[in-house]
């Protein structure tokens, strides 16, 4: 399995950028993916996961009320709404999978891993 992220970019702060992350290869419509991010100098976090198309586990409270996962099994594609950015958004944002059910928070749990794409919000 393969993820490829876009969607990164400089926005102001209050502003909203969505990302995408596609798959490509063997995925299951029940595996679990999801995003971190890792800002300088910082280790990675957990901001979301999702199983399905409607099953959502709880974002990290940093980002919660202001982001949104999504996916869209048809696609293979998973999408990271951003709204009310604030500059300590800023980090590379990657995309995750692992087979499986749980929506598990911990970086170790996730084999795959995409690139990453920077989100930079400008005060």
């Known amino acids: 399995v393969q993820l490829q992220a876009s969607g990164g970019g400089l926005v102001q702060a209050g502003g909203s950028l969505r990302l995408s992350c596609a798959a490509s290869?063997?995925?299951?419509?029940?595996?679990?993916m999801g995003w971190f991010r890792q800002a300088p100098g910082k280790e990675r976090e957990f901001v979301a996961a999702?199983?399905?198309?409607?099953?959502?586990?709880p974002s990290a409270d940093s980002v919660k009320g202001r982001f949104t996962i999504s996916r869209d099994n048809a696609k293979d594609t998973i999408y990271l709404q951003m709204n009310s950015l604030k500059p300590e958004d800023t980090a590379i944002y990657y995309c995750?999978?692992?087979?499986?059910?749980?929506?598990?928070?911990?970086?170790?749990?996730?084999?795959?891993w995409g690139h990453g794409t920077l989100v930079t919000v400008s005060s």
């Open positions: 995750v999978a692992r087979e499986g059910t749980y929506l598990h928070r911990s970086a170790e749990s996730y084999p795959t």
């Open positions: 290869g063997r995925i299951f419509s029940t595996s679990v």
């Open positions: 999702v199983r399905n198309r409607w099953v959502t586990g």
